[in-house]
């Protein structure tokens, strides 16, 4: 069974499918100091095999922090100005969808207002 990872770097949070395809994504640079947190919470390590730039493996742990990954996502939407749904539930990759939806809604409207903007005002700024 795969299980989605989340590899974290501060507010750079990545979403992979994997362990593997997180491991392959990273090759090295910088893996032993980023967090990694499975979508069911398990704490993965990393471990980068040969030279600094080598490939890496990620290794489960017995560390489960689903509670700290679901609090760390909602703090990242409000950090990034977003509200997520009501209705998301405390679930890492549902939280993210809904991050990254409102995320793009906004950035929708800012588009909007910027073609407002261009087109000299004249018309009716749209709704939000």
Partial sequence: MHVAVFV???HDIDL??????????????GAT???YFGGDGTVYIATVEGP?????????TQ????????RLLRREAEYRGLSLPPE??????????A???????QLG????????????????????
């Fill in 99 to 105: 991050l990254l939806a409102a995320q793009e809604e």
């Fill in 52 to 60: 600094e730039w080598g490939p890496v493996t990620l290794h489960p």
């Fill in 88 to 97: 998301t539930p405390d679930d890492p990759e549902a939280i993210w969808g």
């Fill in 63 to 70: 560390d489960n922090r689903l509670d700290d990954l679901v």
């Fill in 16 to 29: 992979y499918p994997d362990a593997e395809g997180a491991a392959r994504e990273i090759e090295g640079y």
């Fill in 8 to 10: 974290i770097d501060g």
């Fill in 33 to 35: 100091s980023l967090d």
């Fill in 109 to 128: 409207r800012r588009r909007s207002r910027r073609r407002w903007w261009k087109r000299g005002a004249k018309e009716v700024l749209p709704k939000e």
